[in-house]
């Protein structure tokens, strides 16, 4: 069964710090991979997605996100962390069976200090 | 230029009550999704629609059910809510494919059933 996994529920950096976010999927075909964060009380709203070609991908705000194929892996990356990225992070896997659907990760809570 | 939209952002519920979480969408979108978002869960497919007068159940439909109203219109109904459904929900749309376009989401509905 298709799974995504993010191995860290709670990180902690300091501002300026730079900042790594694992995501490790299980899925047969080539994936659809997305990272979205969400803000204290809001809505998800997406970073970054990958479909093929480069496997580093940049999207909004600073992230970007490596795909490796051989590691099952999508993480995301920010050179240097700003206190504004303090949210949740949720990496996903686009399904494509009986059902067109995302399966998400459970979520990294970031902090950050000043 | 408002999105999607959901109301109420709260309620409160006591066990064996019904009611409807409404949902919106301004963009055109042919796809429609409700998640529940709970601790440590990521988000979860409740039930979606592909598409105008279509709907099929996600992977917790139970004690669920939804009416694609019209094109931008997307409800969820609780008809006996119970403890187990306090939890965040989250509407979102798609343009077409679930699985590779990006999700646009409200706000949320923070239901406790008592």
């Known amino acids: 069964a298709q799974s995504v996994t993010q191995p860290d529920i709670h990180i902690t950096v300091s501002e300026g710090a730079s900042l790594e976010l694992r995501c490790n999927y299980s899925?047969?075909?080539?994936?659809?991979l997305f990272w979205y964060v969400q803000s204290p009380g809001q809505g998800l709203q997406l970073l970054l997605k990958y479909f093929s070609g480069d496997t580093l991908v940049q999207g909004i705000k600073g992230f970007e996100a490596e795909f490796k194929r051989s590691q099952s892996s999508f993480n995301l990356r920010k050179p240097s962390v700003h206190w504004s990225d303090a949210a949740e992070y949720f990496c996903a896997v686009g399904v494509r069976y009986n059902t067109d659907k995302l399966i998400f990760g459970t979520g990294t809570r970031l902090q950050v200090f000043p | 230029n408002a999105g999607v939209t959901q109301t109420p952002k709260f309620q409160v519920l006591k066990t064996g009550q019904s009611m409807t979480l409404q949902c919106a969408q301004d963009m055109n979108h042919n796809s429609m999704y409700w998640y529940r978002q709970d601790p440590g869960m990521g988000l979860r497919l409740i039930y979606y629609s592909a598409s105008e007068g279509t709907t099929d159940k996600g992977e917790v439909p139970n004690g669920y059910n939804v009416s694609r109203l019209n094109k931008r219109e997307f409800s969820l109904r609780l008809e006996s809510a119970a403890p187990s459904q306090t939890s965040v929900y989250f509407c979102a749309s798609t343009q077409d494919r679930g699985f590779a376009d990006t999700q646009y989401f409200g706000p949320g509905t923070r239901l406790t059933v008592l």
């Open positions: 899925y047969g075909a080539t994936p659809y």
